[in-house]
């Protein structure tokens, strides 16, 4: 009996210490306040991606979301920063806390909304195909053994992935580093087509006025949000909580119409 007993207690004991050991401990979720206490809210971008944050002609980072973002920040009571990033590599910088969020047309799809902590949807987008205006090409089946560009590791790349038949009728998916210099490559005639968000398409073409065409044929559609690492849940609600304040005031309104013309946010819709 007594052997049993210690049995017993020495088997709990184990238990106890595996259980112990194996747990992790839930942190609390200070990010709100980590922040403040910073005093710098970092963007990570794609810093060629217009209008939602690229360069101008005096090399300054500039954009729709940029717009949003400083005002964010204004409201936070702290400075903004914006850091461009490798968009292939944007998830382990903000990981590793390199970044406070990234917020630049970032497509948020079931894989990374499972990943990351991201606000609700502030812009509809498309990804749609550019071709030359002087290709001929009407419509996706135009580029049966043709040459496409994607940005890598962009959710153009996987519009096409998730488009197998019309990735099968390619004759080669080239990956570049981002959309000006895919669009380069077109107007170069170096490739037949771009695949891209259908936002940064339109802007492109009316800003640069080059003779571009935008296919009607659509391969997803999707939704934009600003994504922060799981745990800073506190900070995401406190950013959404702004932007929802910033759309009733009348300030999104003022910065949409300023970069397209009219209000095309979806920010509380």
């Known amino acids: 009996m007594k052997k049993f007993i210690l049995g017993v207690s020495a088997a709990l004991l184990a238990a106890g210490m595996v259980f112990a050991g194996g747990s992790k401990e839930k942190r609390p979720d200070t990010s709100l306040e980590d922040l403040q206490k910073r005093g710098v809210f970092v963007l990570g971008l794609d810093d060629s991606f217009p209008p939602l944050g690229f360069r101008d002609d005096k090399n300054q980072i500039v954009g729709y979301d940029i717009d949003l973002a400083k005002e964010v920040a204004s409201r936070l009571g702290v400075t903004f920063k914006a850091q461009p990033i490798d968009w292939d590599a944007k998830e382990q910088e903000l990981n590793t806390g390199k970044i406070d969020c990234i917020w630049n047309g970032f497509t948020m799809t079931e894989e990374r909304k499972n990943a990351l902590?991201?606000?609700?949807?502030?812009?509809?987008?498309?990804?749609?195909?550019?071709?030359?205006?002087?290709?001929?090409?009407?419509?996706?089946?135009?580029?049966a053994g043709k040459i496409?560009?994607?940005?890598?590791?962009?959710?153009?790349?996987d519009a096409v992935d998730d488009n197998p038949d019309f990735?099968?009728?390619?004759?080669?998916?080239?990956?570049?580093?981002?959309?000006?210099?895919?669009?380069?490559?077109?107007?170069?005639s170096g490739v037949d087509g771009v695949v891209m968000d259908s936002v940064v398409a339109n802007y492109s073409i009316a800003a640069t006025g080059k003779p571009f065409t935008v296919l009607p044929d659509v391969l997803a559609n999707e939704e934009y949000g600003?994504?922060?690492?799981?745990?800073?849940?506190?900070?995401?609600?406190?950013?959404?909580?702004?932007?929802?304040?910033?759309q009733k005031d009348g300030t999104v309104t003022a910065i949409s119409t300023k970069w397209f013309g009219k209000d095309i946010s979806v920010i509380g819709r």
């Open 117 to 143: 902590a991201f606000t609700s949807a502030y812009l509809n987008n498309a990804q749609v195909v550019v071709v030359r205006s002087d290709s001929g090409i009407t419509g996706l089946a135009g580029l």
């Open 226 to 246: 600003i994504a922060f690492r799981k745990e800073d849940v506190q900070l995401r609600d406190k950013v959404q909580q702004i932007l929802e304040e910033m």
């Open 148 to 157: 496409v560009a994607v940005q890598r590791g962009s959710s153009a790349q």
């Open 167 to 188: 990735k099968k009728s390619l004759k080669e998916e080239v990956m570049l580093k981002d959309n000006i210099t895919a669009l380069n490559d077109l107007e170069i």
